[in-house]
């Protein structure tokens, strides 16, 4: 009866770690019958036939050696003699396999031993795949644990029930920690370890920006708000693309709230982070000018679209904010949108204007009968080279001021005449 107990006792302490650890009882039971049998084998020879069972009320032991009832025993660990056999069962026949009832008693301490060593094994194993189980569909959710320890520049955040790494890359540079401290991120990734599951945190990811914002903003939560593209330089500046989808909602005042209330709550939880909040355009130009913010745009010039080059001219005074410190605003704007860009100011634009017609005016000086006043005149009226002065029509070029049409002629023809040299003096 004692003993009886003593089993039950233990059912009850497996169902016990059933609910604190999430061990089920089912599978402890099948390793305590994995290690009899492994027990009983070291004893009755590594091929033999053993089944064993434990009772999953009571806990009781019950093991069976199976054998086939064979005229010549040739294979003692997994064959038995018909006359050995019915002394186990009289109505044993030729080519049945019997059950031979094992005393489990002797074995119980070994069995126990090695179940014991199987099952702290085992639980490791359950609990780490259970714990990448429930952390792995966390992945991009926002979480709150505390700083553990340092482990060299990377901190080790405590999550409860598992611990969690968040590198120096994912860390907000200009933040200090200290242990104990409480710590929000999220969490970027989970992969399954060789200790337990490895938990990749990230407060620099632009996913984590994303995810204060659901928080904080019920349009972008619920999508009438749309985040089109989030670029940030942690903890100093960031850039998030913002389209409505209702006409009747500002995407810009929407995220930031009554006198600033819910984009100051994002800042302070990003230690600072300035935010730059950018409407999105159809018209590309715009976008640019757009995504420059908090700098104004005087124009913007593509260059190239299919490989997505611009120029961006921006007043004298806002070219200093529109580069940012070190290249900071230029270079997230471009990581924003994927374009390149030369961003110039308006005293720049002007003196590159100049010098580019100055030069253009001394080619076409070139020409006979072209002094720099004639010259100047045709920079203004948009010819910017020689081949294309001498296609000019006559009638075009004497509408010019100061040009009538017989200098018009003569122009041109000039214009032929160098281009038929400059082709002479290659060919030379």
């Known amino acids: 009866m004692a003993q009886q107990t003593q089993k039950s006792e233990l059912i009850l302490a497996l169902e ?44 009781q032991i019950k093991a069976h050696l199976v054998k086939k009832i064979v005229e010549t025993v040739t294979i003692p660990d997994t064959e038995i003699s018909l006359a050995q056999a019915k002394q186990v069962k009289p109505k044993a026949e030729l080519d049945q396999e019997i059950q031979i009832p094992i005393d489990t008693d002797e074995f119980s ?16 194993e359950i609990e780490r795949d259970n714990l990448y189980e429930e952390f792995k569909p966390k992945e991009g959710e926002v979480i709150t644990g505390s ?3 340092y482990l060299e520049r990377n901190l080790i ?15 907000i540079r200009k933040e200090r920690y200290n242990p104990g401290d409480r710590v929000r991120a999220i969490i970027l990734k ?16 632009p996913l984590f920006l994303k995810r204060l914002l659901e928080t904080e903003v019920p349009e972008v939560n619920e999508k009438i708000v749309e985040i089109l593209e989030i670029v940030r330089d942690p903890g100093f500046r960031a850039k998030v693309l913002l389209r409505s989808n209702n006409p009747k909602v500002d995407p810009l005042g929407a995220c930031v709230g009554i006198r600033g209330s819910r984009i100051r709550t994002i800042m302070n939880e990003l230690s600072g982070e300035r935010i730059d909040l950018i409407p999105y355009h159809e018209d590309v130009q715009k976008l640019i000018a757009n995504a420059f913010s908090p700098a104004k745009v005087t124009s913007v ?23 940012g410190r070190e290249g900071q605003n230029i270079r997230l704007a471009s990581r ?37 006043k004639t010259a100047e005149v045709l920079v203004k009226a948009g010819v910017s080279d020689i081949e294309k002065l001498a296609k000019t029509n006559p009638e075009t070029l004497s509408t010019l001021q100061g040009i009538g049409e017989k200098t018009a002629e003569k122009i041109i023809q000039g214009a032929q005449k160098y281009l038929e040299g400059k082709k002479t003096e290659i060919k030379k």
């Not at 200790?195 to 620099?204: H, N």
């Not at 190239?304 to 004298?316: G, L």
């Open 336 to 372: 924003l949108l994927g374009w390149e860009f030369s961003t110039k100011s308006e005293g720049q634009k002007t003196q590159e204007t100049k010098q580019t017609q100055e030069a253009i005016a001394e080619d076409l000086t070139q020409i006979p009968g072209v002094g720099q």
């Open 190 to 205: 989970v992969d399954k370890a060789q200790r337990g599951p490895q938990i990749l945190l990230s407060r620099a990811a």
């Open 147 to 149: 700083i553990h320890r």
């Open 301 to 323: 010039k593509i260059l190239d679209k299919e490989n997505k080059r611009a120029e961006v001219i921006v007043p004298d005074t806002e070219l200093s904010m529109a580069i």
């Open 16 to 59: 016990q770690i059933e609910r604190e650890k999430g061990v089920k009882k089912e599978d402890v039971l099948k390793m305590i019958e994995g290690a009899l049998i492994s027990a009983l084998r070291k004893h009755m020879g590594k091929n033999s036939q053993i089944e064993a069972t434990v009772d999953p009320d009571t806990a």
């Open 157 to 171: 955040v405590d999550l409860g029930k598992a611990e969690a790494i968040l590198p120096l890359r994912e860390q």
């Open 109 to 124: 301490r070994i069995a126990a031993q090695t179940a014991k060593q199987v099952l702290v094994q085992k639980m490791r």
